[in-house]
């Protein structure tokens, strides 16, 4: 899975209602997980713990679960 993001921080001085700085700081990040390998880890190991495998892969499912959801900070992303 790949997720980027970018943000844009625009910042603009005025003095005496003139625009006198007017500066855009680019932000950017990306990441790849390969989310494949975890769950055919827990699905082997599941299969070593009879009657676990069901746990494992819902622990599995957790883990992943904050790495895919979409974060408005690009600093935020995992490594």
Do not use: F
Not at 7 to 30: F, W
Not at 46 to 53: F, I, P, Y
């Amino acid at each position: 899975m790949d997720q980027n993001a970018s943000q844009n921080t625009r910042t603009q001085r005025y003095e005496m209602g003139s625009l006198i700085k007017d500066t855009v700081v680019p932000n950017q990040a990306s990441s790849h997980r390969d989310y494949l390998v975890l769950l055919e880890y827990a699905a082997r190991e599941g299969k070593k713990a009879q009657g676990a495998d069901e746990t494992i892969l819902k622990d599995a499912l957790a883990n992943m679960h904050q790495g895919v959801l979409l974060q408005d900070d690009p600093s935020a992303l995992p490594c």
